[in-house]
């Protein structure tokens, strides 16, 4: 009994590290993210429509931390999960998910918006 006990706190601690860890990434993300919009922010020039393009930048990288924190709030319900954890790990998960697919939607329709200003741009030049 003693070593079931041991190893389920064992389990335990590694998942609350990896839990961890995945925080870390996705704040991680977040900073690249700002870091690159800014940058890229700072690189457009006075003619340039920049804005959807840095819209377009940082909203990839939230995509992206929003992916880790729901990986790390999924995490800390495997161990214990208690009933109030799984419906509040229910609720983060539809509120994520949903600003995961909206916002994966716009950028989607960013990018369209984007190639097609370009082939015009191509079209105008020939």
């Known amino acids: 009994m003693f070593e079931i006990a041991s190893l389920r ?4 601690h590694g998942v609350e590290l990896f839990q961890l860890l995945l925080e870390i990434i996705s704040i991680a993300c977040v900073v690249i993210g700002l870091g690159k ?3 890229l922010a700072a690189r457009m020039e ?18 992206l931390a929003l992916e880790f924190q729901l990986a790390a709030d999924i995490l800390a319900t495997t161990v214990a999960p208690s009933k109030e954890e ?9 509120i994520r998910t949903f ?3 909206f916002l994966g939607k716009e950028l989607e329709a960013q990018t369209e918006r984007q190639q ?11």
């Open 9 to 12: 706190e064992g389990m335990m």
């Open 99 to 101: 600003l995961n697919y």
């Open 46 to 63: 006075d003619h340039e429509p920049g804005f959807p393009r840095i819209r377009l930048c940082f909203g990839s990288w939230l995509i």
């Open 116 to 126: 097609e200003q370009r082939s015009e741009q191509a079209k105008a030049a020939q």
């Open 37 to 39: 919009t800014l940058w």
């Open 86 to 94: 799984l419906i509040r790990l229910a609720i983060i998960a539809v």
